[in-house]
């Protein structure tokens, strides 16, 4: 075998489908010789897959949504004792410097 011949299987599979049999209802482009329809089709394509991607959606359950809410409470609060901290010791180094 030549290194420009390409192979069997790279053949085969740089073919696409000549119907559109094998490709899902919602991964198919809108279609229609109408451009009215094509553009309601599409519509109606996009809240198909969103609702798709919906259904996809893992929620937490209440001791995850629970811990996760208390860990951005302390991480937040955190966050504001160290920016007022902050804040104070540098209005007393101004005052101490312009006082």
Known sequence: MSVTEPSAAAAERSTAPADHSEVPLRERKAQGSNPVSRFFNSIVLFLQQIA????????PTREE?????????????????FVFG???????????VFG
């Not at 804040?87 to 007393?92: I, P, Y």
Request: zero cysteines; glycine letters at 2%; proline letters at 0%.
């Open 52 to 59: 798709d991607e919906l259904s996809k959606v893992v929620r």
């Open 86 to 96: 902050l804040d104070q010791l540098f209005s007393r180094l101004i005052d101490l």
């Open 65 to 81: 949504l629970v811990s996760y809410t208390l860990v951005v409470l302390v991480f937040v609060g955190a966050m504001m004792a």
